[in-house]
């Protein structure tokens, strides 16, 4: 793999995206031409892609130039990934990371290159990256972006007594964190050698992938062994003389569980179980046990002459035990074609043909030779013969199972398998998924098909439950809640652990943020509509005639506590620089206001004032509203613990009775409280001297009019 790379960025839209998209404000070097391209294209092997994670049209190329156009030998791109901030090149001399793309220079992108211990060239160049792609234009402050690098090494001499582990760690200052992020991962010795690997940042799954080919069988003959007519064993046969090197690839192993056995003929079993056996049966170290979906088909008298024989079975020598043929018909024999078939008879131990003696005497291994006691003897036509044997060429094999479920999730749910979802203080999101089983006759275990893992359980409240309906579906019902006030993010892996790899979903992970939606907004509802058309024109009655729109004069700052007269709001309404400020002759109101829209303007048309500025609630803009009278400009906040969100809205309201100018209200209230103290005090005084205003003025009226009645007129 020889050449050299070729960055370049593809932009669609460059006007708008220039203003965000943090890789645009980067010098990538001269722009290629037309002729340049073409004069490139013949040379270039492969490409490289790298997409913004922000931004479907942003993309970087990277070309793989063959030898006869490399101008710097020995260096070869071979993976690229753009993340929110950084970009990560892999190339065949090593990893190299770019400087934060937030801060652009203008020498160009920096790249420093990323130290592993012990790795060279060979070891790169079958190197990955791996991006869990995820747009950070709402980040939050526990959100952070990952790569993962994987490495398909070949082990040295001191590594390979050493068993396989995965370690995941966090690159500082440049090299891998000594310390790990998470305990060591060790794989079984069972496990088959990994393709590929993968940590997934976001969930914490491990993923490991190897090569699945269309046959997953190995050549070994097999001895088919009857439990139930649903249920039967297949022994791998072993023989004697086998070198230790090749008996590893005639077992069963873990990565046969879950598949198909496959017979050419006809019949289909399902790999329920692995079996090892250390203490015989002789010949066969493992053995599965698969359930019967369709029944194998067997051997005719056209295919085998012996199946139309009567069968003598005794004890021979060395674990052996010899068949021998009964019927006196000299057609009906043994032939060689017939080794590595299996006698078979329901409730008995199966026979695996090894050797033919003679034409009518064979050797073979019992599956199960703790059942055979005494020389046994099947009629003819009490027992089959079975061929799954390499002598006449392998006729089954192990195949991937087809996919067993289907997945339907609630409309009114989420959609997607890695869907982001917001979970607000006390607020709770129902997951509703139903598992349809496509068995074709396999038998349903009522046991749960998915396992849900919470990646952090301390973040949410996690719920689960679920049943099983009367046609076998699964219903599984997910609860999640936040948990106090904890802001954080975490995933929620389900896992169909009995869907086959086949199936297009066998694993859902979506991710829970205890954090504020970026949907979630707060509006002030005014308790009157008033349409768009009536701010346009100015006016806008209510039903006693009054028009409840009225024009802002120039320069216009809302009234304050202290009056109209002493506006200190920083706001200004129907601002023009150009104008003189009302309300302006008190110091408090001199050192207020400031204009916004119309800063650094020298009139209003420089203010730019759109339609929509005009009509807006916002502080920002607040210099180009016209219409309104004696506003009050109200912000409005939500208190701290009811939202993860810092919601804000601002809204302007009409007062028909302002408050009285400084010191209107302060006089009143001093005059108010004047008089009510003098008579508080008057009233005090009366009481200490013992003087009764309204005792004596009854008696002054009582005297006044006993004295009219004495008055007597003379003539």
């Not at 869990?132 to 972006?145: L, P, Q, S, V």
Request: glycine share 6%; net charge neutral; proline share 6%.
């Amino acid at each position: 793999m020889a050449g050299e790379r070729e960055v370049g960025a593809s932009r669609m839209n460059p006007p708008l995206l220039e203003q965000s998209e943090p890789i645009l404000q980067w010098s990538l070097g001269s722009k290629m031409s037309e002729a340049l391209v073409k004069q490139l294209y013949p040379h270039v092997t492969d490409i490289r892609v790298a997409k913004c994670p922000c931004a479907n049209d942003v993309a970087l190329i990277g070309y793989i130039l063959n030898s006869t156009y490399n101008e710097h030998k020995g260096l070869t791109l071979i993976d690229m990934v753009l993340t929110n901030h950084f970009l990560v090149i892999l190339t065949s001399l090593g990893l190299f990371v770019s400087s934060d793309l937030r801060y652009p220079v203008s020498t160009g992108i920096q790249l420093s290159r990323a130290d592993f211990c012990g790795f060279e060239r060979v070891d790169y160049v079958k190197g990955k990256l791996w991006y869990n792609e995820k747009c950070f234009a709402n980040r939050e402050g526990f959100e952070a972006d990952y790569v993962t690098i994987t490495f398909d090494r070949n082990m040295t001499l001191s590594e390979s007594s050493k068993r396989t582990f995965v370690s995941v760690s966090v690159l500082k200052n440049e090299k891998p964190n000594p310390q790990p992020k998470f305990p060591n991962f060790h794989f079984p010795a069972s496990f088959s050698n990994p393709v590929g690997m993968v940590f997934h940042p976001r969930s914490h799954f491990l993923y490991v992938y190897g090569n699945e080919p269309p046959d997953l069988g190995f050549d070994a003959a097999l001895a088919p062994q009857y439990l139930s007519p649903k249920e039967m064993l297949f022994f791998a046969h072993v023989p004697l003389n086998t070198s230790a090197s090749s008996i590893d690839r005639m077992k069963f192993k873990n990565i046969h569980l879950g598949k198909l056995i496959k017979f050419g003929k006809n019949g289909l079993g399902i790999i329920r179980k692995l079996l090892e056996h250390t203490k015989g049966p002789f010949g066969f170290q493992t053995s599965i046990l698969t359930e019967v979906v369709e029944p194998f088909g067997i051997e005719s008298d056209q295919e085998s002459q012996c199946v139309s024989a009567s069968l003598s079975i005794s004890r021979f020598k060395n674990h052996f035990y010899r068949i021998t043929i009964t019927t006196q018909d000299n057609t009906v024999i043994f032939k060689n074609s017939d080794r590595e078939k299996t006698v078979v008879k329901p409730g008995y131990s199966s026979f695996l043909i090894t050797e033919i003696e003679d034409s009518k005497n064979a050797l073979s291994l019992a599956t199960m030779p703790l059942t055979v006691t005494s020389n046994l003897t099947f009629p003819v036509h009490s027992w089959y013969l079975f061929d799954f044997g390499t002598v006449n060429g392998r006729n089954w094999n192990i195949i991937l199972r087809p996919c067993n479920y289907w997945v339907q999730q609630n409309d009114h749910d989420m959609l997607s398998p890695n869907v982001v979802k917001y979970i607000d203080v006390g607020n709770k999101v129902n997951y509703e998924l139903k598992l349809i089983p496509n068995t074709r006759g396999l038998r349903i275990l009522e046991v749960p098909p998915v396992i849900v893992v919470v990646g952090n359980p301390s973040i949410l409240k996690v719920k689960v439950e679920g049943r099983f309906d009367f046609v076998d579906s699964y219903h599984l019902k997910v609860e999640v809640a936040s948990n106090y006030f904890h802001k954080g993010s975490t995933s929620i892996g389900l896992i169909i652990w009995e869907a086959s790899s086949e199936c297009p979903v066998s694993t859902m992970v979506p991710t829970m943020k205890s954090s504020c939606g970026y949907l979630r907004d707060m509006h002030y509802i005014p308790p009157r509509h008033i349409p768009h058309e009536a701010w346009a024109s100015g006016v806008h009655k209510d039903t006693h005639g009054f028009n409840m729109i009225k024009t802002l004069p120039v320069n216009y700052r809302p009234p304050s506590n202290m009056g109209i007269s002493i506006p200190l709001t920083d706001n200004f309404y129907h601002a023009d620089p150009s104008k003189p400020i009302p309300r302006n002759l008190f110091h408090k109101s001199k050192e207020t206001g400031k204009y916004k829209q119309c800063a650094n303007a020298t009139n209003r048309e420089m203010c730019n004032c759109s339609e929509k500025h005009k009509l807006s609630d916002f502080l920002d803009v607040s210099d180009c509203k016209e219409k309104g009278s004696e506003l009050f400009h109200f912000k409005l906040s939500v208190v701290p613990g009811v939202t993860f969100c810092e919601l804000v809205e601002e809204f302007q309201i009409y007062v028909d009775e302002v408050p009285l100018p400084f010191p209107g209200h302060t006089l009143i209230a001093v005059a108010t409280s004047v008089v009510i103290g003098g008579f508080v005090f008057i009233a005090f005084l009366f009481q200490l001297r013992n003087i009764h205003p309204l005792r004596s003025f009854r008696r002054y009226v009582r005297g006044n009019t006993a004295n009219s009645s004495n008055i007597s007129i003379s003539s």
